[in-house]
């Protein structure tokens, strides 16, 4: 699996989008990009997950460039619950590993 | 709620003992996952089973070892304990068939204390 390169930390005020940016450069044509995140000690939470186009759920947003290079999560109205660490996850189909690396630690500021 | 669980929530043990963590896929998930996080640590990917069968294998140390049963609950058997084994243990499950690139959803694990 493709390895992903993430900031260590981020601020975000509340109210406003958080834009958590992922860079994945070895990404192969059938690896997907995943987004996680984990709530202090909870189990990790799905958040979305995309192959080349962009996607929307009632969560989050997923942009991916055209290369697939890399991708930014954007959390349209950050609250105080997304404080968590977020992980992006490159992982080809068929069920193989999700590799988790160290994320970012997204605080949202009141 | 995820759909996957996991017992038991929280586990005391002396060293030396032997330990099993199960886990309950969210129906129709084929697939189940094992993670272990230490304390303040990534987590870190041990094995997976899909079918039955172990499909991928991680950082996984040779006194753990896994099983998925018919009914596709799995089990962590964790022996010979250590003070390092004690961390969080996380259980996820996807569909995962061919080609399909379906999310894992996680259990609210299991933390191992290991005295």
């Known amino acids: 699996d493709a390895k992903t390169t993430q900031p260590p930390s981020m601020d975000c005020a509340e109210g406003r989008a958080a834009n958590l940016p992922c860079n994945h450069s070895t990404i192969s044509g059938n690896e997907y990009v995943y987004w996680y995140r984990q709530i202090h000690s909870q189990g990790p939470q799905y958040i979305i997950h995309g192959l080349k186009n962009n996607e929307t759920n009632e969560m989050a947003s997923l942009i991916i460039t055209e290369d697939r290079k890399s991708s930014t999560l954007i959390l349209p109205h950050a609250t105080l619950r997304d404080t968590a660490v977020y992980y992006c996850i490159v992982s080809s189909p068929w069920g193989k590993k999700l590799t988790f690396g160290t994320g970012t630690r997204l605080t949202i500021i009141p | 709620d995820s759909g996957v669980t996991q017992t038991p929530k929280h586990l005391i043990t002396a060293t030396g003992q032997r330990v099993t963590l199960r886990c309950s896929p969210r129906s129709g998930d084929l697939s189940v996952y094992w993670y272990q996080q230490s304390l303040d640590q990534g987590l870190q990917f041990l094995i997976q089973y899909y079918n039955g069968e172990e499909r991928a294998k991680g950082n996984i140390l040779e006194r753990f070892s896994a099983q998925q049963f018919p009914d596709l609950h799995s089990e962590l058997n964790l022996s010979s304990l250590e003070l390092g084994d004690s961390a969080l243990y996380f259980c996820?499950?996807?569909?995962?068939?061919?080609?399909?690139?379906?999310?894992?959803?996680f259990g609210q694990g299991t933390r191992l204390t290991v005295v």
């Open positions: 996820a499950s996807s569909l995962t068939r061919q080609g399909d690139a379906s999310e894992a959803f």
